[in-house]
């Protein structure tokens, strides 16, 4: 690694040079969609909105899930929970395999009677890191970042996205694109503990994933490298001021934005330099503030796991839920089961209580479905 530091050191230097001409561009692509008058949030089209009109209040919570399942074949609760309801997103994972029968089998029950399919979900990294062992990428994001090459790192990704799109998915929760350290709870799971490096690779990633035609979304926003432990096992703290993730774990997310990454995965550590007592996926200052206003990210915002310890050990899930859709998150990802019970009454009991506007939700699910719109689920 030692022997790629002067490249870095000259990627820097390349990089302050063009910065605030690409930042510049950059946010001009981002902005110009803006709405446009009529309505419509930010980002989200006129198929997507007028989609998003033509449901009820349950139907846009529905399309607001990202759940997992258990099952391995055509009688997997996925596709009949696909066959009864217009879910937002399933999450397959190792307890399901990407049987590409199965992932088919959903992709028609979600379908049928002209219904909107459910985006098909992985959270496929490389290495021991994999949902599928069977499936690429064999190397780890560390073994990637130890390369120090962008073209490596794009190479990479579009080998792991070109065999998910053959086997049916249309998103996947990647790259890690955290700053980490090896003693980090991530460890291998991240390119660098360099923020420019990541970032660089971050982007190349990304860009592998469109060459294969495939969403990816970057987790963990603003950053887990240096959390005081792993989020599923509990309660996970980033102590670093603002200024401190600013420069450096907030830069790889910046990259992906100017890659126009279709949705990103929000952490669901403590920040105390936003919010010292509410996870980051169910804080305004995160989503809404960070997230949308300081990076102007118009895509999917999702959560990290609601059923990890890090949430579990405050809040009910179904409140959690509730909690994330009001700070502004657009997808609720809930993988165990048993996690799930009550989450869709309690959205919509927020609604009609006014704890939760019904414009919020309505937006959110606009988002989604305007990812499902670029994927290829919903018509021009």
Known sequence: ??????????????????????AAVA???????????????????????????????????????????????RSAA???????????????????G????????????????GRIPPLLVAAQEGGVYRAFPELPPAERAIDVGDTASPERAQAWAEETARALRQAGFHLNLFPVADVATL???LGGRAFSDDSVLAAELTAAALRGCDDAGLACAPLHFPGLGAASQDTAQGPATVSQDAASLDARDI???RAAVRERAPAMVVS??????????????????LVDGALREQLRFRGV?????????????????????????????????????????RVPESIRAAVESGELPAARLAEAASRVLELKRAVGLIGE
């Open 301 to 341: 915002a999702i959560t990290d796991d609601l059923g990890s310890g890090a949430i579990k050990a405050t809040y009910e899930v179904p409140e959690a839920a509730v909690a994330a859709l009001r700070a502004g998150a657009d997808m609720v990802q809930i993988s165990s089961p048993r996690d799930q019970k």
């Open 183 to 185: 003693d980090s709870p």
């Open 251 to 253: 830069e790889p997310f």
């Open 27 to 73: 946010w001009w692509i981002l902005v110009r969609d803006d709405s446009g008058g009529d309505g419509r949030a930010a980002g989200i089209s006129r198929q997507a909105d007028a989609v998003v009109r033509g449901l009820d209040t349950e139907q846009q919570v529905d399309q607001v899930l990202l759940l997992g399942f258990d099952g391995t074949d």
């Open 1 to 22: 690694m030692e022997a790629s530091r002067p490249r870095i050191w000259l990627r820097r230097g390349l990089a302050a040079v063009a910065a605030a001409a690409v």
């Open 268 to 285: 669901v550590a403590l920040y105390p330099a936003y919010d010292a007592v509410t996870p980051a996926a169910l804080a305004p200052d």
């Open 98 to 113: 990407a049987s590409p029968e199965l992932l088919a089998a959903i992709a028609r029950a979600g379908a049928a009677g």
């Open 78 to 96: 996925a596709v009949a929970e696909a066959e009864q309801r217009q879910l937002g997103g399933v999450l397959l994972g190792p307890r399901n």
